[in-house]
């Protein structure tokens, strides 16, 4: 099973354009997007919980991929995040918690020509609250199930109460530090179009991992989160967008890789990314 971001899921953070186009969107690729490996079955693997969750403690390279698809737009607009950070896996009091923490995004839009961007500091504000998971052995395999902890971004308030819709709320915070309400994201449309939009989000997700003979840790993310659109730097941009995930598990996968704790930064990530995660997913073109 798994555990997003993420996210970010994880996964991690969804978002939406108004074009005034009527181009059928790309189509979505083949599900599973991955295949991963699990090792050979003849490795050593935890007989008891005991053994499993202290075989599950580490540092681990977190990927994981959010398909999203708005139908609120003249055509559909569908989005892959893709979300990069570290989760912590250890003990207290008996009990195996989860910390995640985000550096860095990308988005993939189904519009050959349009493109979006997220600074890494709104990524690394993204804050999942440390969750006590779930250990459990079904059919031979442990499975780790991350229930929802909903966490709020470019927003104060209580994540457990719905996401405020007011424009001016007092609340609101600047995360990202650019001046401008909620989380800043970069619009670009070929050549001829470029602006931005300021959102808040309220995260909410529960991952569901299952512990691999190879150490790896693979799943999927359930994603629930609400977003809302404070305001945007041209009128254009400033609409409502209704983003929900894709219900296909396969396109909405994790994937956890045990890596010495000295890589802790996005940079360090950078230079083992290409060894240890697949290549980010990609659109279907003619």
């Known amino acids: 099973m798994i555990q997003k971001s993420r996210w970010?899921?994880?996964?991690?953070?969804?978002?939406?354009?108004?074009?005034?186009?009527?181009?059928?969107?790309?189509?979505?690729?083949?599900s599973p997007l991955y295949v991963f490996d699990t090792g050979?079955?003849?490795?050593?693997?935890?007989?008891?919980?005991?053994?499993?969750m202290s075989h599950i403690v580490g540092h681990y390279a977190h990927f994981d991929v959010v398909a999203y698809e708005d139908t609120t737009t003249r055509t559909t607009m569908r989005t892959f995040i893709i979300s990069y950070g570290f989760t912590n896996f250890y003990l207290e009091d008996g009990k195996l918690m989860q910390s995640d923490r985000f550096v860095h995004a990308e988005q993939k839009l189904s519009r050959k020509n349009a493109r979006s961007a997220l600074r890494d500091e709104a990524v690394q504000a993204i804050k999942p609250r440390v969750q006590e998971v779930d250990l459990s052995l079904k059919d031979g395999v442990w499975n780790i199930y991350?229930?929802?902890?909903?966490?709020?971004?470019?927003?104060?308030g209580d994540p457990q109460k719905s996401l405020s819709t007011d424009p001016n709320d007092?609340?609101?915070?600047?995360?990202?530090?650019?001046?401008?309400?909620?989380?800043?994201?970069?619009?670009?449309?070929?050549?001829?179009?470029?602006?931005?939009?300021?959102?808040?989000?309220?995260?909410?997700?529960?991952?569901?991992?299952?512990?691999n003979y190879n150490g790896t840790l693979t799943g999927y993310v359930v994603d629930h989160s609400e977003q809302f659109v404070v305001g945007a730097s041209k009128k254009i941009l400033n609409q409502k967008s209704n983003n929900s995930q894709h219900p296909?598990?396969?396109?909405?996968?994790?994937?956890?890789?045990?890596?010495?704790?000295?890589?802790?930064?996005?940079?360090?990530?950078?230079?083992?990314?290409?060894?240890?995660f697949p290549k980010e997913p990609e659109f279907k073109t003619k």
Not at 146 to 156: C, F, V, Y
Not at 176 to 205: A, C, L, M, N, W
């Open 40 to 52: 050979k079955l003849n490795t050593i693997y935890p007989a008891d919980k005991e053994s499993a």
């Open 8 to 30: 970010l899921y994880p996964g991690l953070i969804a978002f939406s354009i108004i074009l005034n186009s009527c181009s059928k969107p790309l189509e979505w690729p083949e």
């Open 146 to 156: 991350r229930p929802e902890s909903p966490s709020l971004l470019g927003i104060e």
């Open 170 to 211: 007092p609340n609101l915070t600047d995360p990202d530090k650019d001046g401008h309400p909620g989380v800043t994201v970069q619009i670009s449309v070929g050549k001829f179009f470029s602006g931005e939009i300021y959102i808040t989000r309220r995260e909410v997700f529960r991952n569901y991992l299952s512990l």
């Open 248 to 276: 296909d598990k396969g396109l909405n996968p994790v994937l956890l890789v045990k890596v010495d704790p000295d890589i802790d930064t996005y940079e360090e990530l950078l230079q083992v990314r290409d060894k240890i």
